[in-house]
T-cell receptor, first 114, second 111 residues
Framework: DTEVTQTPKHLVMGMTNKKSLKCEQH?????MYWYKQKAKKPPELMFV???????INESVPSRFSPECPNSSLLNLHLHALQPEDSALYLC?????????????FGNGTRLTVT | DAKTTQPNSMESNEEEPVHLPCNHS???????IHWYRQLPSQGPEYVIH???SNVNNRMASLAIAEDRKSSTLILHRATLRDAAVYYC????????????FGTGTSLTVIP
């Protein structure tokens, strides 16, 4: 079991759909992250929120829109995705955005774009 | 981005020690070395981290070279549950939240 909960576990969407991925943690962590992982590849950093403010956007296309409504929740809004966006989307959190606090990951949402 | 280099794959016999190497020649003085592992169909799991000194915890040991350009994750007695992809990561000290994964080492444990 992980302390970072991601929903849904699986998602299939068409290229014209709008959907959202959700991530929740109740560990009091103030930094939250989105990663994208393709099959047999390492996770790639997409976004970082620190104290509910976006601090890093790794040049992610605008069809991915992150949102951090409060310190426990992180959303990733998806719109007009392409089939190549199919991947495992991982959420993580850490106590604060400092180099000494480890990341805690959820088990991801497996997204398929048809 | 600070980069890490790891062997693509390694094998170990069950109940024997495993030494997983990582090169990070571009490491800067404030970068922490983190290790994570990822089991099939799960998110990455934190294993251990350190800055300069060797570190031990219940899961593993981390040996850091004196010049910090390389490190080794040591699993003292490999079990079948240790079969996973192990990632060595430099957590960059300037902002602290740029956390880039290397290519990882896929560890196979042979019964």
């Amino acid at each position: 079991d992980t302390e970072v909960t991601q929903t849904p576990k699986h998602l299939v969407m068409g290229m014209t759909n709008k959907k959202s991925l959700k991530c929740e943690q109740h560990m009091g962590h103030r930094a939250m992250y989105w990663y994208k992982q393709k099959a047999k590849k390492p996770p790639e950093l997409m976004f970082v929120y620190s104290y509910e403010k976006l601090s890093i956007n790794e040049s992610v296309p605008s069809r991915f829109s992150p949102e951090c409504p409060n310190s426990s929740l992180l959303n990733l809004h998806l719109h007009a995705l392409q089939p190549e966006d199919s991947a495992l989307y991982l959420c993580a959190s850490s106590l604060e955005s400092s180099y000494n606090s480890p990341l805690h990951f959820g088990n991801g949402t497996r997204l398929t774009v048809t | 981005d600070a980069k890490t280099t790891q062997p693509n794959s390694m094998e170990s016999n069950e109940e024997e020690p495993v030494h997983l190497p990582c090169n990070h020649s571009t490491i800067s003085g404030t970068d922490y070395i983190h290790w994570y592992r990822q089991l099939p169909s799960q998110g990455p799991e934190y294993v251990i981290h350190g800055l300069t000194s060797n570190v031990n915890n219940r899961m593993a040991s981390l040996a850091i070279a004196e010049d910090r350009k390389s490190s080794t994750l040591i699993l003292h007695r490999a079990t079948l549950r240790d079969a996973a992809v192990y990632y060595c990561i430099l957590r960059q000290g300037f902002t602290g939240n740029q956390f880039y994964f290397g290519t990882g080492t896929s560890l196979t444990v042979i019964p």
